[in-house]
C-alpha cells in the first residue's frame, strides 16, 4: 500500500523560516488538505512534496523511502498542478495535453484523451488554441492533466481558483474517483472541495 | 526518450506557428551585417578582409538575442516546472532545448549566411569553409547560451546580464569559426580549425547540458 | 531559526589567522617594493620600465589563482551546500577582479614604452581580459537575485563553467595570437630570469597572496555580521504582531 509522509519538515524561502516541525500524513486513498492564511507556506509545502525544492530539515518518504534517494522514480508517480497553468497560447488544448503527457512518458492515448477532455467539459474545445480559453477554461486544462497520464499522488495547489461551480464539481468528482481507486492527493485550498472527510492540515499557526 | 522527442516537436511546432520569433532573429542577422559597410566604407578589399568576422560576430550576437526566450517562456507559464518534474532525465530534455533552438536560429543563420558574404564580397574559396565552420559552431553556441539562459532565469536583469555570462565563452568558437575561413581563403588547410570546432562541440554536448538542468532546478526550486 | 546565526568557530578562526596574514602581507610587500624598485637592476633592454613586472606578473597569478580557488569553492558549496562556501565565494570574486584589473592596468603601462602603444592585442593580455569579463559575469550574477542563497548557487555554477572553459580560452587565444603575429616577441616576463629579479618577484606573490588571505577573511566576517544583522531585523519584525511566518521572499 502506498503511504506518503514528511516529518520534521522545515522549510526556507530566502532567508526566512516558512514553517519548521511540520509532520503529515497520507495514507492511500486519502486526501491531504492543506489550509492557512497567505504566505503560510501552503505552496511551499507542495514544492517540497513534489521535490521541486529541498526541505531545510526533515525528511519525505514514500512508502518509508526518502523521497530523496530516488527522485526520477518520484517524479514518475506525481502530478503537480500549480499555480501556473503551463497552457502554451499558440498550441491547442488537446496539443498542450498531449505534449504533458509524453513529457511525463506516457505514449500519446487518443481514447484517454478524450476521457480527460471530456471529464473537464473540455471536448468541444479540443482543437482551440490556448490563447482563446478564459481564465476557468485554462484552469481546467491544468487540471486535465491529471488524467492523460496515471500517478498515484495529486499535488495541486488551489485547483479550484478561477473555476465556475460545475467546474468544481467535476473536480470533486475525479478527486473522489482518483481516491477511490487508492491514490493520494495533496491539496491547498482556501474553500471546500465539497469532498466531505478529508484531513487537514492547518499551517501558519504557532507550534 | 518519448519526453525528449516531444519537447523537441513542441517547440519546433511552436516556432513553426509563429515564425516571427525567429524571423526577427534572422532580419537582426541580416540587417546588422548590412551595417558594417556603412561603418567601415564600400571598398570591396576592407569587406573582404573583414567579411568573415563580421558574419562570425553577428552571428553571436543574433544568437544571443533569441537565447533570452529560450526558458523565460516557459518560466512564466509554469511549462518549466512541469519539464522539471518530469520523470526523464531533465538533461536529456535541456539537450532536446538546444536541438530545438538550434534548428529554428541557428539552421536559419547557416543558410542565410552565403547572401551576407556575398554582399561582404567574401573569397569564393571561403564559402565552403563558412557553411562549415558554421554547421560546426553554431550548436555549440546553443548549448552553452542555454546554461546562461537558464542561470538568469528569475535575476532582475536577466536580457542585460545573458550577454556579459555568454560572451566570453563565445570566443573560442569564434576563433576557430573565423580562422577555418581565412586559411580557406588563404589557400591553407581547415582542417585543424574544424577539428578543433568538432572538438569544442564534442565537448559542450555532454557538459553544457548538466550545467543547464542545475541551473533549471535552481530556478524552479 | 538562521543558520547563519551562529557561525562562531570561523570567525574565531578567522580572528586568529588574520594578524598573521596581515604582518605577512605588510613585511613581504615592504620588502618585495624595495628590491623591486631599488635593489634589483633595470633591464638591459627595457630599462626601468621592467620594474612594473613585479606587480604585473603576481597580479596575473592572483588573477588565475583566485578564479581557480573561486571555482573550488563554488564545487563545494554545491556539493555539500556548506553555507560558508558560498560566502567565501561571493567574498573572493571582487577580489579577483581586482587583481585582474591591477594586471590589465600595470600590462598597458608597461605597454606604452615597450610598444608605443597602451594596448596591443597580446596573446596574455588578451586571455588576462577575457578573464576579467569572466569575473564580472561572476559578481554581476551573484548579485542579480532578491534571494542572495540563490545568487551565491548560479553563480557557483557560473564560476565552474568557466573554470572549464578558462583553459580553452587560453588555447584558443594563443592559436589565434599566433596565427595573426607569427613573429610576435613581446613577451612580458622573460623566459630566462635574472636571481636579482626572481627574488622581488617572489616576495610580492607571497605579499598578494598574504593580503588575498587578510582581506578574504575581512569580507567573509562583514557578510556574516551583515546577514546576522538582517536575522536579527527579521526576528523583531516577526516577533510583532502581524501575521507570524509572513512573506514568500523579502
Not at chain 1, 57 to 80: C, F, K
Not at chain 2, 22 to 45: D, K, N, R, W, Y
Not at chain 3, 55 to 66: E, T, Y
Request: aromatic share 8%.
Amino acid at each position: 500500500m502506498n503511504d506518503f509522509a514528511g516529518s520534521g519538515i522545515a522549510c526556507r524561502r530566502g532567508e526566512r523560516l516558512v514553517f519548521a516541525n511540520l509532520d503529515f500524513h497520507i495514507a492511500a486513498g486519502r486526501l491531504l488538505t492543506l489550509v492557512g492564511p497567505n504566505g503560510s507556506g501552503k505552496s511551499s509545502l507542495l514544492r517540497l512534496m513534489a521535490a521541486l525544492a529541498e526541505p531545510e530539515a526533515g525528511v519525505i518518504t514514500w512508502s518509508a523511502t526518502p523521497i530523496a534517494d530516488d527522485p526520477d522514480a518520484h517524479r514518475a508517480r506525481l502530478h503537480y498542478v500549480g499555480h501556473l497553468d503551463a497552457v502554451k497560447p499558440i498550441l491547442t488544448v488537446a496539443e498542450n495535453l498531449r505534449f504533458h503527457a509524453a513529457l511525463r512518458g506516457t505514449a500519446p492515448d487518443d481514447g484517454r484523451l478524450a476521457a480527460a477532455l471530456d471529464a473537464f467539459g473540455l471536448a468541444p474545445l479540443a482543437d482551440l488554441p490556448g490563447r482563446f480559453l478564459s481564465q476557468g477554461q485554462r484552469r481546467r486544462t491544468a487540471l486535465a492533466r491529471l488524467l492523460v497520464s496515471p500517478a498515484p499522488l495529486w499535488l495541486l495547489d488551489e485547483p479550484t481558483l478561477g473555476l465556475d461551480a460545475d467546474a468544481q464539481t467535476r473536480l470533486a468528482e475525479i478527486l473522489k474517483r482518483h481516491l477511490a481507486a487508492g491514490g493520494l492527493a495533496a491539496v491547498a485550498t482556501h474553500s471546500p472541495l465539497g469532498l466531505g472527510e478529508s484531513t487537514a492540515l492547518e499551517l501558519g499557526r504557532p507550534r | 526518450m518519448t519526453a525528449f522527442t516531444a519537447v523537441i516537436a513542441r517547440d519546433l511546432r511552436l516556432a513553426w506557428r509563429a515564425p516571427a520569433d525567429s524571423a526577427t532573429v534572422i532580419a537582426f542577422f541580416v540587417l546588422a551585417v548590412v551595417l558594417f559597410p556603412f561603418g567601415v566604407g564600400p571598398e570591396p578589399q576592407i569587406l573582404a578582409r573583414i567579411a568573415v568576422g563580421i558574419i562570425w560576430v553577428t552571428a553571436l550576437l543574433a544568437c544571443l538575442l533569441s537565447l533570452e526566450r529560450l526558458f523565460q517562456l516557459e518560466a512564466e507559464d509554469g511549462s518549466l516546472e512541469l519539464i522539471v518534474l518530469s520523470p526523464a532525465p531533465l538533461e536529456l530534455l535541456v539537450f532536446g532545448k538546444c536541438v530545438a533552438h538550434w534548428l529554428t536560429t541557428g539552421l536559419p543563420l547557416i543558410a542565410v549566411s552565403p547572401l551576407l558574404a556575398l554582399l561582404l564580397n567574401l573569397h569564393v574559396d571561403g564559402y565552403a569553409a563558412l557553411l562549415l565552420a558554421l554547421a560546426l559552431g553554431t550548436p555549440t553556441l546553443s548549448l552553452i547560451g542555454a546554461i546562461g539562459a537558464g542561470l538568469t532565469l528569475g535575476t532582475r536583469r536577466g536580457g542585460a546580464l545573458l550577454p556579459l555570462l555568454v560572451l566570453p565563452l563565445y570566443i573560442p568558437v569564434l576563433i576557430f569559426g573565423v580562422a577555418a575561413v581565412e586559411a580557406a581563403v588563404a589557400g591553407l588547410p581547415t582542417r585543424p580549425h574544424l577539428l578543433l570546432l568538432g572538438g569544442l562541440l564534442a565537448l559542450g554536448l555532454p557538459l553544457a547540458p548538466i550545467a543547464t538542468a542545475s541551473a533549471l532546478r535552481q530556478a524552479t526550486a | 531559526m538562521h543558520r547563519f546565526a551562529n557561525p562562531a568557530r570561523f570567525l574565531r578562526l578567522g580572528a586568529a589567522i588574520m594578524p598573521w596574514s596581515t604582518g605577512v602581507a605588510v613585511l613581504s610587500l615592504a620588502a618585495g617594493l624595495y628590491f623591486a624598485l631599488f635593489a634589483s637592476p633595470a633591464d638591459y633592454q627595457q630599462g626601468e620600465s621592467v620594474r612594473i613586472m613585479y606587480v604585473h606578473v603576481p597580479a596575473a597569478w592572483m588573477a588565475l589563482f583566485i578564479y581557480t580557488s573561486l571555482a573550488a569553492t563554488s564545487a563545494i558549496a554545491l556539493v555539500w551546500k556548506h553555507p560558508l562556501a558560498d560566502l567565501a565565494a561571493k567574498a573572493m570574486a571582487p577580489v579577483g577582479a581586482a587583481f585582474t584589473a591591477l594586471c590589465l592596468v600595470t600590462g598597458s603601462l608597461w605597454g606604452q614604452p615597450m610598444w608605443g602603444t597602451w594596448w596591443v592585442w597580446d596573446a596574455r593580455l588578451t586571455s588576462v581580459l577575457v578573464l576579467f569579463f569572466l569575473y564580472l559575469g561572476h559578481i554581476a550574477l551573484n548579485n542579480a537575485f532578491d534571494d542572495p542563497t540563490r545568487g551565491a548557487r548560479a553563480a557557483a555554477v557560473l564560476a565552474i563553467v568557466g573554470v572549464v572553459n578558462v583553459p580553452i580560452i587560453k588555447f584558443s587565444v594563443d592559436w589565434w595570437n599566433t596565427l595573426h603575429q607569427p613573429a610576435s616577441i613581446t613577451r612580458l616576463a622573460a623566459p630566462a630570469i635574472d636571481p636579482a629579479m626572481l627574488r622581488p618577484l617572489l616576495l610580492m606573490a607571497i605579499g598578494f597572496t598574504a593580503y588575498f588571505v587578510s582581506i578574504l577573511l575581512l569580507r567573509i566576517r562583514t557578510e556574516i555580521l551583515a546577514r546576522k544583522l538582517r536575522t536579527l531585523r527579521y526576528m523583531q519584525g516577526a516577533e510583532a504582531p502581524a501575521p507570524a511566518v509572513a512573506g514568500e521572499r523579502i
